[in-house]
Every structure is written in structure tokens, then in C-alpha cells.
Antibody, heavy 121, light 108 residues
Framework: QVELQESGPGLVKPSETLSLTCTVS????????WSWIRQPPGKGLEWIGY???????DCNPSLKSRLTISLDRSKNLFSLKLISVTAADTAVYFC???????????????WGRGTLVTVSS | SSELAQDPAVSVALGQTVRITCQGD??????ASWYQQKPGQAPVLVFY???NRPSGIPDRFSGSTSGNTASLTITGAQAEDEADYYC???????????FGTGTKVTVL
């Protein structure tokens, strides 16, 4: 059974860096796209970005200047770093596995439980 | 604001049928996927593409696409279907993923 688990600080100060890790268990990280998605309290889902196991990344244009997504094949995990955070970055952060089928349909088939990150002094 | 628009809320009587729509220009070129989210939980994939339902999802969930609109239909809604539903596809450039604004489904 494949599971994803987010981990990282629950509280980050304004202007500092938010760092999260998603550990994948039960399967190899190879061969898939791995995404970060967030949800501010009481609001909808926002796609943050992905990393392909080969290293290619892409992200939400609104976050591009502040975001880094990386992958550690040896530890079977991927990570997110968001610099210069503000209160607007307060959200539940989810990691998810993305797949594509033979008809080029993309979908997130597995999600972590999510972790709340609050930006506050 | 999202490039995929959904009605904020819909209600359905127990056992009746409800359709949730997702509108956006990118849907003319890309299929949508649909996610159910209950309070305090992670989203769950319930339908994707033209006709794909993940294992374990009841067959009362179905999907379709016409023009710039993707739809998720729940036929014979149950109390446990009360949740927020989000579509996901590409933005208008086709380069990035984007979620719809979300629809809260209430089962009366």
C-alpha cells in the first residue's frame, strides 16, 4: 500500500522559509510526477507545482519566484521550499502523486493527509 | 482567480441526481479530473478523463465533457456524498495544472 506523508514545521515566521518534505512509502518514487497542493483555511485547492522523478519541475506562475521543489531518490522523498513567506501562505499543504493514462488524462491518484503551516510571528 | 469555474453550492434530495459543472476554455483540449473532499480530510479522486472511475468509487459517480464544460454526475445521491467537489485540468495556456473553484454539495 503506497502512502505519502508530509512533514515539517507547523509554524513559520513572516519573511522566513517554509520547508516541507513528503516521504513516499510502499513504492518507488521513480516513474511518476510528484506534486504539492495547498488549501488556505476555508478556501479552495491551489496547485503549487510538481517534480518529475527525472528532475523536471514546473510550478504555479504566481509562486515561481519563491518556490523550489526537489527530489531525493535515495530517500524516496520530495521537498518544497517557499521563501519570503507571508500570512497569505498559511494553508494546509498536501503532497500528491500524479499519473497520466494512455489517453493523456492527468490525475492525482494518491494524496498525503496534509499538514497545516501557519505563518505568524 | 481560477480559470476553471464551478458553482459554489448545490443541493440534492437523498436518492436524487445532481450534476456538478466545471467551465473553462482549456476543457476544449484537456480532460478534467474530479476530487471529493470531506471536512478535515485530503481530497479523493472520484473520476477522471472521459470515462474512468478509480477502484472503490461507487458507480453512481460518472463524468462527461461537452465543449468547454466538464460535468460530474451523482446518480442516486447518498448522505455520504455530502462534500466539496473540485475539478482539475490545465490552465488556458495548457502549461500548468489548475483547480476549479469548488462546489459544496449538500444532501437533503
Amino acid at each position: 500500500q503506497v502512502e505519502l506523508q508530509e512533514s515539517g514545521p507547523g509554524l513559520v515566521k513572516p519573511s522566513e522559509t517554509l520547508s516541507l518534505t513528503c516521504t513516499v512509502s510502499g513504492d518507488s518514487i521513480s516513474g511518476y510526477y510528484w506534486s504539492w497542493i495547498r488549501q488556505p483555511p476555508g478556501k479552495g485547492l491551489e496547485w503549487i507545482g510538481y517534480i518529475y522523478y527525472g528532475g523536471r519541475t514546473d510550478c504555479n506562475p504566481s509562486l515561481k519566484s519563491r518556490l523550489t521543489i526537489s527530489l531525493d531518490r535515495s530517500k524516496n522523498l520530495f521537498s518544497l521550499k517557499l521563501i519570503s513567506v507571508t500570512a497569505a501562505d498559511t494553508a494546509v499543504y498536501f503532497c500528491a502523486r500524479e499519473k497520466v493514462d494512455t489517453t493523456m488524462v492527468w490525475y492525482f491518484d494518491l494524496w498525503g493527509r496534509g499538514t497545516l503551516v501557519t505563518v505568524s510571528s | 482567480s481560477s480559470e476553471l469555474a464551478q458553482d459554489p453550492a448545490v443541493s440534492v434530495a437523498l436518492g436524487q441526481t445532481v450534476r456538478i459543472t466545471c467551465q473553462g476554455d482549456s476543457l476544449r483540449n484537456y480532460y478534467a479530473s474530479w476530487y471529493q473532499q470531506k471536512p478535515g480530510q485530503a481530497p479523493v479522486l472520484v473520476f477522471y478523463g472521459e470515462n474512468n472511475r478509480p477502484s472503490g468509487i461507487p458507480d453512481r459517480f460518472s463524468g462527461s465533457t461537452s465543449g468547454n464544460t466538464a460535468s460530474l454526475t451523482i446518480t442516486g445521491a447518498q448522505a455520504e456524498d455530502e462534500a466539496d467537489y473540485y475539478c482539475n485540468s490545465r490552465d488556458n495556456s495548457g502549461d500548468h495544472r489548475v483547480f476549479g473553484t469548488g462546489t459544496k454539495v449538500t444532501v437533503l
